[in-house]
């Protein structure tokens, strides 16, 4: 089967026309929060954000999951992987984020075993190889890389290899939307929906959000068109006064989801509180281990360790920028003190990390 | 006794003995130069007259191995490759190794034998050499340095300063291959591919050009840390001019796409090991283009942008999707030691 091309520059001017006629049918300054970190990253790269008419106005949310890590759980991190006989197995983009005093990336030139994976799958093999040792994982992410983590925890038993321990950072997307609109600061008229997420979740999970809070929702892949017609989609919403659940992304998200990831994650995580950098603690928002496999839980290797006190970022507002509050061009570091080289918040830091993201594109063409 | 020699060991560092063993088993028996046969402490070199482009660069890639090359391949393309791009045509080598104690002879000997292939393509001869051994830990199996020395062709006349409003931009070929095919051999991923690294010797594909139309090519540069956007960005930023690229015209193969999609890479921050850019008047772009496109390292070649008459240093590209984006410089989120 060969798909259609997504990034048709004749598809994307007919869609980017239809989006200009639809948005002067309202007088007002529409808001779109993109709920994805990729879809902020893709509507720069793709060059679309200078094409918007004047009054929509795209931010970002709270939708990159390394953004979203507060500093206490970095601070649990960074502490574990200083241990003797540990390594820490990581995705490469926890590497730089700053916690409290460190970061993986110091504590590696410091001498650290720290080693970048690309698929949790790498930790089975690294905690063959070094039976003697203790190979520590951070689960960091949505819905999207929450099954992955299950795996490997579900395998890691099969197997009966129980030097695997883990931190479960991973949060669920619905409960921080929500929790944004019962704060009601962000002033959103419409949700662009991560089309990774709705893989796993499927677009049911988004119809509170329409019907209680009566803001649309469209599920939205992430090529060129797939961002257009979403915003098309919303658009035409929100000039009609609707609130629905549309599915943009039909080509990879069905109504249920992904069962069987699901079914995964189930069989090895319940839901709990979690904090989010930023929303604070939102009620079964993250998830905890099943008592069966709470020996791969690795806050028991911190236990006895005093964790730094947290400090106050005062001037960071991370927070504000992760709600779609202010936009990072108007945080007092962004670009001054607060750069990629020297990042002071997470959101500096990540490939999909809204301040990293327009620090990038910061420059006007 | 037998098994032992198989192994690097300190003492194949130390001089002595061991050390007169491995040097002929390595450095002699694969690199036939007259000057290096004489074991003395400097090779010589007879040159003619002219300008000479010296150039150096350190290797330490991981793996070692990799679809498309070895590191002694690389060590021996990336140092031509610079010469090539400074229009200069390579004449002598030197080639140094930092070896891990314990790594296999085995494998040096294949890594030892790609580097003398490599040089003898490229007509250039290895001249002086060092074999240091190092303890276990103190190296990741083998790094590697070369440096080279080359004859300025005589049409070449290179120089950020004659990039002018209206030139274009040529890129030699796909671009990110190099960085997919290493991504891929260093983890642990069920991905099956074809991807191989371009890692190859230009000086055969961009030496002929200057006697096509030396004066017409303003400046060359070959895309390897950093890839197409930070090279772009350099000679912009030198040039004080503005750049427009278009993305469409931009080869970049299927498999090394997807890739990148998977792994969130952008290719145009790739490195590449066998890939230049050229930008050269107008009037000239269009044969040299075609030549490129004969050549079988130059076949994917294509004009990708030009030269704008705005005096302000940016790199702007046309997206596919009709929007545009202003290129930055690489901003450290680069695979490491990738070469």
Partial sequence: M????????????????????????????????????????????????DLFPENLAVISGPGCPVCVTPDSELDMLIAASSLPNVITATFGDMMRVPGTNSSLERQKALGADIRIIYSPEELLHIASEEPLKTVLFSGVGFETTAPLTAALIAEAMRRKISNIKVF????????????????????????????????ITGWKIYEPIAEIYKKPCVVAGFEPVDLLLGLFLLLRQIVEGRALVENEYARAVIPQGNLRCQEEIEAVFSLTDASWRGLGLIPDSGFTFLPEYHSFDARALISEISLPPLRQKNECKCAEILKGILSPEECPLFSRSCTPESPIGPCMVSSEGSCAIHYRFRKKI | ?????????????????????????????????????????????SLQEGMLAYTTDSYVINPIFFPGGDIGKLSICGTINDLAVSGAIPKALTFACIVEEGMDIGDLEKIFASAAKEAELAKAEIVAGDFKVVEKGAADSLFITTSGIGLLHPLASLGYRKISSGDLIILTGTLGDHSAAITLSRGNFSIRTEIKSDCASLSLLLLPCFDLCGSSIHSMRDLTRGGLATTLCELSDSSERTFLIEEEDIPIKKSVATICDLFGYDPLYLANEGKAVIICDSNDASSLLSFLQSQPLGKDARIIGR?????????????????????????????PRIC
């Fill in chain 1, 2 to 49: 060969t798909l259609p091309d997504f990034s048709s520059r004749e598809d994307c001017a007919k869609l980017l026309s239809a989006i200009s006629s639809l948005s002067q049918r309202s007088n007002r300054m529409i808001r779109i929060m993109e709920v994805c970190g990729t879809h902020t990253m893709n509507f720069f790269r793709y060059g679309l954000k």
């Fill in chain 1, 168 to 199: 479960l950072f991973h949060k669920r997307i619905l409960p921080a939307m929500e929790a944004l609109l019962q704060e009601g600061l962000s002033r959103i008229d419409g949700f662009l929906c991560p089309g990774n997420v709705s893989v």
């Fill in chain 2, 1 to 45: 006794m037998k098994e032992r020699e198989e192994k690097i060991l300190l003492a194949h560092g130390a001089g002595g003995e061991l050390s007169r063993k491995i040097l002929h088993r390595l450095v002699l028996r694969y690199f036939h130069s007259p000057s290096l046969a004489l074991l003395s402490d400097s090779g010589l070199l």
């Fill in chain 2, 307 to 335: 030269v704008l008459s705005d005096k302000e240093s940016r790199v702007v590209m046309r997206t596919k999707s009709g929007g545009k984006r202003l290129i930055e410089m690489l901003q450290g989120d680069q695979l």
